[in-house]
């Protein structure tokens, strides 16, 4: 996504909130909270099933 912050991303980060791939999720979240993105009620309940997995987030950066 790079410095622009551009918008028009949005979409795919918020598809790969439903990955299995821990550092993309991760990764993910810090882009879209970058951005300023607003989840929507359904998002947010995407956002909180999150913690219900099973992630190591030591292993990441940011």
Known sequence: MGRS???AAI???KDVLQSTAQEAII???????K???KPDISEQ????????????VT???P
């Open 5 to 7: 912050k551009d918008q």
């Open 11 to 13: 979409p795919v980060f």
């Open 27 to 33: 990764n993910a979240i810090i882009v879209l909270a």
């Open 35 to 37: 951005t300023g993105w």
């Open 45 to 56: 309940d995407l956002l909180l099933s999150l913690f219900d997995r099973d992630f190591d």
């Open 59 to 61: 292993t990441c950066e």
